[in-house]
């Protein structure tokens, strides 16, 4: 079964997953990528819950996701940025990038925080320090991909967090924001998270196997 | 030999046997809501302690559903 609106010569597919209940946006988009490995994939989707899978099963995939949405509506865009899948081969030039010298422009850096301090030998020193470093991140530009929190790191993105409105401002700009699940229910403050996405090791693996750079803290 | 393992994630299951959809949702009722919706990407292990489910259980389902 083939997707329907695949371009059949510019290796980009198009699928209107709409009216689709769960998993079928999921699966659709998944046989789409295994059987024509695109550089391009768009979806459109009807509800937050395929919206959300779509464009974390995209994300696993290695496509960098957008997502708009009119509120009913959502298009989950996913470029390769490399426009390769292990064993199949090159899938050639996507829309909306003029060259790969456009995507050497930018690296995909994952940074890690898994505590709530930089460093050891002086505790609020090191939260200091931290909530600086959080503030400052966003001067990483469009090379920031991915911001995780792990360990007691997922308290920076609670309810009361002393960087939350800088956190949301990442995500707003694009950032990928992922909140360990394990972690937050640990603390019991799974209710209390305010921005990214609740993930769990099989994310965060593949994100580092995909990232540029990881940068642990 | 069991095709399916608490190991693997409802994705990998739905997408190999499409028949085990229809297991998954039936045990949404218990769940309280829809399991492919909110836990595609968890393990069985994890999904049913996540929903308190009968892990053993639905193992034993979805094996019906993947061996039929």
Redo the contacts between chains.
């Keep these: 079964m083939c997707p329907e609106g695949l371009g059949e010569f510019d290796m980009t597919i198009s699928i209107d997953a709409r009216g689709l ?3 079928g946006p ?2 659709r988009t ?1 046989e789409a990528i295994e059987t024509q490995s695109p550089g391009y994939i768009s979806i459109t989707v009807d509800n937050d ?2 919206a959300e ?1 779509v464009s ?2 995209l994300t ?1 995939s290695g496509f960098e996701v957008s997502v708009d949405t009119d509120g009913k509506t959502s298009v989950i865009e996913g470029n390769r940025p490399d426009g390769y899948v292990p064993g199949q081969g090159s899938t050639g030039p996507r829309p909306g990038t003029d060259s790969d010298m456009d995507l050497a422009e930018h690296q995909k850096i994952m940074v890690m925080i898994a505590s709530q301090a930089i460093g050891t030998g002086d505790d609020i020193l090191g939260e200091k320090l931290m909530l600086s470093f959080l503030t400052t991140l966003k001067e990483m530009g469009d090379d920031l991909w991915q911001l995780v929190f792990v360990n007691s790191g997922v308290k920076f993105a609670i309810e009361g967090s002393p960087v939350l409105d800088k956190i949301q401002e990442l995500e707003e700009q694009g950032v990928h924001i992922l909140v360990c699940g394990t972690c937050l229910t640990h603390f019991d403050i799974l209710d209390q998270k305010k921005v990214g996405e609740t993930t ?1 090791m ?2 965060i693996v593949t994100a580092m196997q995909v990232a540029h750079k990881v940068i642990n803290l | 030999m069991a095709l399916i393992t608490s190991d693997m ?3 990998d299951i ?2 190999k046997w499409e028949d085990t ?1 229809g297991i998954f949702k039936r045990y949404d009722t218990l769940a309280g809501e ?1 399991i ?3 836990s ?3 393990s069985l292990e ?1 999904t049913a302690e996540k929903y308190s489910l009968d892990l053993d259980a639905l193992l034993n389902d979805l094996e019906m559903a993947a061996s039929s």
């Design positions: 209940a769960c998993p999921v699966l998944k819950a395929a899978n974390r099963f696993h769990n099989l994310d | 994630t409802v994705l739905v997408a959809q829809c492919c919706c909110n595609l990407f968890d994890k």
